[in-house]
C-alpha cells in the first residue's frame, strides 16, 4: 500500500505549495507522526525520509500544566481524479486478482478534506520554558551515544474525513496468452491522519534544548558525539550530487557484513522473502534487532532474532548491521515491486537483476535531468520470458521509462533513490541467497 499512499501525500503537497512540507511517504508512519513527534532521519543514502519514534518532544520535557495551543487554519477540501488507459487490460473485479484480455484500465479517485495545523512562536517561548527531564531519558541517552540526529514536528497536515484511495495494477500473465494479470487494491485513512508536516531539527546543549531554526546540515542533535558512518562519507553533499562510487562502497560495505552471516544466511533469506508485502512484521524486526540485547518476537521475525542469538552474531548493536540496511532498502520499493521481488528471489535471478540495474545505474547516476540510454544486450541476454517481464516491471515502477520490445529507454532523476534502493535490496539478498 506504500506506493499508493504516498501518490497521494505528494500531490497533497503540491497542491499546498508550501517547500517545506513534506509528505509522509509511509502509512504507518502517518498513524504516528502528531504535532511534536521525535523523529529520526533514516541512516542510508537511498532514502531521505524520516522515521517516527513512540515520543514526542512532550515526553522528554518537565511536565506542566498548561497544554501548548496549536494554530488551526481554516479547512481545505482536494479532490484527485485520474483515468490511464493502457494497451492489454481487462474489466476489474474489485478486491481480486483476475486474468483478463482487453483493454486495462487505471483508475485513482478520492477527495480530501484536511486542516493545516502550525505552532505559533508564542507555544514555543512557552516550551523553552520547560527543562529537560532529570535524570537524562534513557531514549536520549541512546540517540546521543549512536550519534542520532533528531527532529521535532513543528507543523501538521491532518485529515478531517476519511477517504478511501484505489489504485488498480496489472501484469502480463504467460500462463494464459496474451492476458493480464489485474489487482485491484483499496486502502480507508483514518480521519485525523497526518499526511504532511514541517519539522525542526533538536538540539541538545550542556544546560537545555532547542530547535535550529534555519537548518545546518553540519549541526548535529549530540554534538559532543563523533558520527561514525564512514560508508556514507559525503552524505553533506547531498544524494543528487554524489555519485556511484558513493553507493557502491555503502553496499559493499553492507554486503561484506552480510557475509558474516554465513551459517544463518538461510534462515534469514527464507524469512525476509515471507515477510516480503508485510511491512508490519518487518517493522516489528527492525525494531527488536535494533533493541540491546537482541528482542524477542514470534513469527518470521522472530526466527531471525534466534538464530542471530544462537550463532552470537549480534553480540551489540551498531549502525552497520546488514539487516535492517536490507529491510530499509525494502522499505523503499512499493507493494507491487515487492511482489515482484518474491518471484525473483523464487525464481533465481537476483544476480541478473543485480547486474542489470548497476548497468543502467552506474553510468547514469551522476545526471541531473531526464536523458536517453540504451541497455546493454549482455545485461538482458540472461533474463528471457517470465524473467524479463519481471525485471522490467521493477525497473518501471522505479520510474524509468522504458519498453521490454527497445533497448532504447529514459533515465529519470527521481527515479535514482528507488533504483538505489532496488540495487542495494538485489545485493544484500544476493550475498544472503549464496550463504
Same mark, same amino acid.
Given at each position: ?36 513527534? $521525535? ?25 506542566? =500544566? ?45 477527495? +480530501? ?8 512562536? *508564542? ?21 546521543? %551515544? ?36 489485474? #489487482? ?37 542533535? +549530540? ?45 534469514? +533469506? =527464507? ?90 545505474? %552506474?553510468?547514469? +547516476? ?23 517481464? $519481471? ?5 518501471? *515502477?522505479?520510474?524509468?521509462?522504458? %519498453?521490454?520490445?527497445?533497448? #532504447? ?27
Amino acid at each position: 500500500m506504500s506506493s499508493m499512499f504516498i501518490k497521494y501525500s505528494t500531490a497533497l503537497v503540491k497542491t499546498i505549495g508550501d517547500e517545506e512540507l513534506r509528505p509522509v511517504t509511509c502509512f504507518t508512519h502517518a498513524i504516528k507522526i502528531r504535532q511534536f513527534s $521525535i523523529l529520526e532521519k533514516s541512516r542510508f543514502l537511498f532514502s531521505e525520509s524520516e522515521v517516527p519514534h513512540d515520543i514526542s518532544l512532550m515526553d522528554i520535557l518537565e511536565p506542566s =500544566s498548561s497544554v501548548p495551543d496549536a494554530a488551526v487554519r481554516e479547512p481545505f477540501q482536494l479532490s484527485d481524479t485520474a483515468t490511464k488507459e493502457e494497451e492489454a487490460g481487462a474489466s476489474v473485479m474489485s478486491g481480486a486478482d483476475v486474468t483478463t484480455s482487453g483493454e486495462v484500465m487505471e483508475f485513482q479517485g478520492s477527495s +480530501f478534506q484536511y486542516q493545516v495545523v502550525p505552532t505559533p512562536n *508564542e507555544t514555543w517561548t512557552e516550551l523553552k520554558k520547560r527543562k529537560l527531564l532529570d535524570p537524562e531519558p534513557v531514549f536520549l541517552r541512546q540517540c546521543g %551515544e549512536r550519534s542520532i540526529n533528531l527532529y521535532v514536528v513543528t507543523e501538521t497536515v491532518k485529515l478531517l474525513n476519511s477517504p478511501v484511495l484505489h489504485d488498480i495494477s496489472s501484469m502480463k500473465d504467460e500462463g494464459v496468452g496474451e492476458g493480464c494479470k489485474v #489487482r485491484e487494491m483499496k486502502l480507508t485513512l483514518p480521519q485525523g491522519m497526518v499526511m504532511a508536516y514541517k519539522m525542526k531539527q533538536l538540539v541538545f546543549k550542556e544546560k537545555g534544548w532547542d530547535i535550529l531554526r534555519i537548518a545546518d546540515e553540519k549541526q548535529k542533535s +549530540f554534538p559532543e558525539s563523533e558520527w561514525e558512518m564512514q560508508p556514507l562519507l559525503g552524505r553533506a553533499q547531498g544524494f543528487c550530487r554524489l555519485d556511484f562510487r558513493h553507493l557502491q562502497a555503502e553496499v559493499s560495505h553492507y554486503v561484506k557484513k552480510a557475509q558474516l552471516l554465513e551459517k544463518v544466511g538461510n534462515v534469514v +533469506f =527464507s524469512s525476509i522473502l515471507a515477510m516480503l508485502g508485510d511491512g508490519e512484521a518487518r517493522r516489528g524486526l527492525k525494531d527488536k534487532i535494533e533493541q540491546e540485547p537482541l528482542g524477542h518476537l514470534d513469527g518470521l521475525g522472530g526466527a531471525i532474532l534466534n538464530a542471530l542469538r544462537e550463532g552470537s552474531y549480534y553480540k551489540s548493536v551498531n549502525s552497520e548491521d546488514p539487516i535492517p540496511y536490507l529491510l530499509g532498502a525494502i522499505n523503499v520499493l512499493s507493494d507491487f515491486q515487492q511482489d515482484l521481488l518474491v518471484w525473483s528471489m523464487k525464481k533465481k535471478i537476483l544476480l541478473q537483476q543485480r547486474d542489470l540495474v548497476r548497468s543502467i545505474l %552506474e553510468p547514469n +547516476f551522476k545526471y541531473l535531468m531526464d536523458i536517453p540510454f540504451t541497455i546493454k544486450p549482455e545485461f538482458l541476454a540472461p533474463l528471457q520470458g517470465e524473467d524479463l517481464d $519481471i525485471t522490467y516491471r521493477l525497473l518501471k *515502477e522505479c520510474g524509468l521509462r522504458m %519498453e521490454p520490445n527497445s533497448p #532504447r529507454s529514459i533515465w529519470v532523476l527521481n527515479a535514482k533513490k528507488p533504483l538505489s534502493a532496488l540495487y542495494a535490496a538485489l545485493t544484500v539478498l544476493q550475498q544472503l541467497a549464496e550463504a
